[in-house]
């Protein structure tokens, strides 16, 4: 009995090895993990092929994401910029532009990792070229996306990615032609996430990034209107007299679970803010969250009216 059991495992062996070497793979090959990394880091595009899917991108955002998850992490916040820029030469009217902005701001943040602080980069770069006549409308669909308390963030958590991002701006914005106004908007972006008191004090840290006296007396005053709903100083610095109004539909295709988490992978971060961040309570309920997917933590605090600018009925 037990020769045959042997005969028979032995042709089993023999079959299966058959098999794998019919297939064009060898026993050894069959397990090796070098292989699949090597292909993974093989899909990567190069520079030159992610520049002439630009085009694609920017006509429709749901594209971006596909492309973006293939786009090197230092290259990120380039490809944002050139979505956005060739976003601004369609010839769309300025409520279609918009749409289009918004959304591309929302996928390109969404689909940038947190790590070395990638992401902020990223923001930085949004309201470093969208025009200025859109940045109240998206300051007004990000802000609600970067709620702390729908993040799951501590206050000591928003308050650092606040300020990581509000540097890396000061620093991109050196190079624009409306800087203090610009900057504006990028502390108005974290601060009308907030409330009080934590905006106050998010307020007074945030100012002190600013480069001069000058600039911070500027932006305490566009900040004070802005928070009123008047953008017209911000504006009017720069010369542009019109606040283009998203129409209902500019943010409705986003979906609600989407709307609420573009800083909820906390737990994932490597780099320097998660040193930041190491001591800040503990983020190990949201560790893993799938930066690139769609979540459908938080879909439950979605009011009961819905939000502003969304049609009743969501996708």
């Not at 070497?21 to 050894?28: D, F, H, K, L, R």
């Amino acid at each position: 009995m037990n020769s045959k059991r042997a005969q028979w495992c032995v042709v089993v062996s023999v079959a299966l090895v058959c098999a794998q070497m019919a297939g064009g793979q060898t026993p050894e090959k069959r397990s090796a993990p070098g292989v699949a990394q090597s292909e993974s880091a093989a899909t990567m595009l190069t520079r030159s092929q992610w520049l002439k899917k630009v085009g694609v991108a920017a006509k429709n955002p749901d594209e971006i994401r596909g492309v973006m998850i293939l786009v090197a992490d230092g290259e990120k916040a380039e490809f944002t910029q050139r979505v956005l820029k060739a976003i601004t030469r369609l010839p769309l009217s300025p409520e279609e532009k918009q749409s289009l902005l918004i959304n591309a701001a929302i996928e390109c943040i969404r689909c940038t990792p947190l790590k070395n602080d990638e992401r902020f980069k990223t923001i930085a770069e949004i309201f470093a070229v969208v025009p200025v006549e859109f940045l109240p409308a998206i300051v007004g669909e990000l802000s609600k996306r970067f709620d702390p308390k729908k993040n799951k963030l501590s206050e000591e958590q928003f308050k650092l990615m606040a300020d990581a991002t509000i540097k890396l701006a000061v620093e991109r914005n050196k190079s624009t032609d409306d800087p203090v106004v610009r900057n504006t908007f990028v502390m108005l972006l974290f601060l009308n996430a907030t409330t009080q008191p934590q905006t106050e004090i998010l307020q007074a840290l945030l100012l002190t990034r600013l480069p001069s006296d000058a600039a911070r007396d500027l932006a305490k005053g566009y900040i004070a209107e802005a928070q009123k709903g008047n953008y017209e100083p911000l504006l009017t610095a720069t010369g542009t007299t019109i606040r283009v109004i998203p129409p209902p539909v500019a943010v409705a295709r986003v979906g609600v679970s989407q709307m609420e988490q573009l800083l909820m992978d906390v737990g994932g971060l490597t780099g320097d803010l998660e040193k930041r961040t190491r001591n800040y309570g503990d983020t190990s309920t949201y560790a893993g969250m799938n930066v690139f997917g769609p979540s459908d933590v938080g879909i439950q605090t979605v009011p009961a009216h819905g939000y502003p600018n969304q049609l009743d009925v969501l996708p």
